[in-house]
């Protein structure tokens, strides 16, 4: 068994220090994507309202409200990430 125990000791010592390794590399893809997923969040949240109507006059409502039901969580969600785009006091 000392063996294994060696080994996951290794192990365990090798994610320790890769770990913080790859905090910078994390990072930065984070603020590289902040920018993308708020502009996109922004004008999903402000064009899907839009839809709501025609979807309102085809009866779509009627028919298929668990669908209708997530399309407002979708712009709920869509109105919260794209809160702060192009914002100069939210960054």
Sequence with gaps: MPA????????????????????????????LLVLPVQFVSFWVAALLPLTYLPLLAAGVVADHPTGFLALLCVNVVAFVLGDGYRRPDAA
Aim: charged share 20%; no cysteine.
């Design 4 to 31: 294994l125990e060696t080994l996951t000791d290794h192990l365990s010592r090798s994610a320790v220090e890769t770990i913080p390794a790859l905090r910078p590399a994390l990072e930065t893809m984070a603020t």
